[in-house]
Nanobody, 125 residues
C-alpha cells in the first residue's frame, strides 16, 4: 500500500514563505502525477498544484500562480511545494495526493487514489 508523508507546515506571517514536502514511501505503486490540495475550515477541499511525470509539466490554481511552485526530487521520491508571498487566505490543511489522473482530471480529487494525512499551514500576524 502506497504511503504519502507530508512535512513542512507551520505558522508564518503574511508575506512569508514555507516549503512543504511529500515523500512517497512505496516506490512500487504505479503513479504518474502528484499534487497538492488544501482545505480551509468550513470549505471544500480545493486543488493547489500538480506535477506530471510526463515532461515534468506543472499545473496551478489561479489563486496561487506566481506565488507557489511545485517540483519533484525523483531520487528521493519526493514532491515539494514552495509557497512564497503567503496570504491569510492560504491558511488551510494541505494534503498531498498521488495517482494516475488523465489530463482533464489533473485538478480534481477523483484523479488521485493515494492521499497523505495533511499538514497545517497557518498564515497570521
Amino acid at each position: 500500500q502506497a504511503q504519502l508523508v507530508e512535512s513542512g507546515g507551520g505558522l508564518v506571517q503574511p508575506g512569508g514563505s514555507l516549503r512543504l514536502s511529500c515523500k512517497a514511501s512505496n516506490s512500487d505503486f504505479n503513479i504518474n502525477a502528484m499534487a497538492w490540495f488544501r482545505q480551509a475550515p468550513g470549505k471544500e477541499r480545493e486543488f493547489v498544484a500538480a506535477y506530471r511525470w510526463n515532461g515534468g509539466r506543472t499545473y496551478y490554481a489561479d489563486s496561487v500562480k506566481g506565488r507557489f511552485s511545485i517540483s519533484r526530487d525523483r531520487a528521493e521520491s519526493t514532491v515539494h511545494l514552495q509557497m512564497n508571498s503567503l496570504k491569510s487566505e492560504d491558511t488551510a490543511v494541505y494534503y498531498c495526493a498521488a495517482g494516475r489522473p488523465i489530463l482533464s482530471s489533473i485538478a480534481t480529487m477523483g484523479g488521485y487514489g493515494h492521499w497523505g494525512q495533511g499538514t497545517q499551514v497557518s498564515v497570521s500576524s
